[in-house]
DNA sequence: CCAAAAGTGTTATGGATACACCCATGC
DNA sequence: GCATGGGTGTATCCATAACACTTTTGG
């Protein structure tokens, strides 16, 4: 039994969470993004992560990560693992095995508040060069946003607690990069059993017609989907 | 910058690959399992896989795990990365993090031939106790595959390089534990691009009329899905 | 009244289901 | 011919897309 420990120590690697947190902020899909301070990759941008600690869940490590970069919850938005990542080079540092995690998250009021890493900041997701692979899993994490709000109601997760139908319609439209009848999309919303619950109350418009204000049901699929067009 | 790789040892972990290999024998979803012989879970029930090497890539650690157990090349079937299992614990020997694979296979024709580790079986995928947490891994794995035969046309690889349309059903129906009327799954089959290519071949059969022969399209994606019942 | 945005009704179309029916083989 | 499974045609239903239309607000 020790001589298996011992072998072990010849194939350890550090083990790292990556998170792509994405949000809508001014009509765009964006990612947080840290400036490095140091090298490798000195002055590019990079996913923020860090080490898994000694007798840390990864699950944990990634809620972790999220607190300290953005001082949210999970449970404002949504949290889920995304894919692991370990080509042998991908840190030129040593082998350095990272668990990629994807958050969705509403745009949050104090900008950035409560973050520990100065230099944070929210960037277009169309950004290209980052450091290490961080490249290929924003692209695998926007890939994974994109076709969940098809069959899930996570769209949700980018929404503030009340919400209107018009403003889960501009999530889907900044993530697909697509419009949609806004009439349809009223009804599929509303009628796929458990994606939203009417709070009552009325949302304050600048001119129209005030919209109902929504929070998110309990549904965890949505039946039926919503397919992007043109698939 | 080596200030770093000493704060790196402070949270290594031993890496390794598992397997949940499945495959349709006997009518039923099976799953390959090792039978333990050594501490800790001795005599247990185990998903095959082993220690990620020094400087190879997660891929392909799985790949040649695959290999080891099956004589198997992915290529045959599908292999594809599951999820990552971490939780401090899991193993009792230390700190284990385990990258899982799921691979879909059809039936060997030499049985376990080539395979390295004797004591591997095919057992029904129902089975419970599995060692460590691969009761929860084989559980992921099963509704992965699950979900991913409804938008995918990977149902191809549990079958031999040419099929019947009814053998293809077959797979549906077993992994999803439901029937299939044959004459609608039939057109909607051959009528989904790049689903299945004729070869022109026909099955021999017992009796009944033969059936065309089938390989697999060059889809990705199905279009339009086949969904499961009664969701 | 007008503009603007929310929300409803209506029709046409395409996929899914259910099932009647025909086809090709072994016996 | 008969049994057996392969494969096609067709009616009905349901979700969608397109869009005319009504409602509710601010100015």
């Keep these: 039994m020790h001589g298996i420990i011992v072998n072990m120590t010849l194939n350890m690697a550090a083990v790292t969470v990556d998170l792509v947190l994405l949000t809508i902020r001014q009509g765009a899909l964006q990612v947080l993004l840290i400036r490095r301070g140091i090298p490798p ?11 898994v600690l000694d007798g840390e869940d990864l699950d ?10 953005t001082g949210l919850d999970p449970q404002a938005g949504h949290l889920e693992q995304l894919a692991t990542y370990g080509t042998p080079g991908r840190d030129p540092r040593g082998r350095v095995v990272t668990v990629a995690y994807l958050a969705l998250l509403p745009d949050l009021p104090a900008p950035t508040a409560g973050s520990d890493a100065s230099g944070a900041e929210w960037r277009p997701c169309d950004v290209r060069d980052l450091a290490f ?3 290929r899993i924003l692209a695998d994490g926007l890939e994974r946003a994109r076709a969940k709000l098809e069959y899930t109601p996570l769209a949700t997760a980018f929404c503030p607690p009340e919400f209107t139908v018009a403003q ?11 419009t949609l009848d806004p009439r349809n999309f009223h009804r599929k919303v509303t009628s796929a059993e458990g994606f939203v619950e009417p709070t009552g109350n009325t949302a304050i418009r600048d001119r129209g017609r005030p919209a109902q204000l929504y929070r998110r049901g309990p549904a965890a699929l949505l039946h039926p989907p919503l397919l992007r067009p043109s698939r």
Tied chains: 1, 2.
């Design 60 to 69: 944990a490590a990634a809620v972790r990560e999220l607190r300290e970069e």
């Design 133 to 135: 692979d961080h490249d």
């Design 41 to 51: 990759y000195q002055d590019r941008w990079a996913l923020p992560g860090g080490f």
């Design 168 to 178: 889960l319609r501009e999530v889907y439209e900044t993530v697909w990069q697509t």
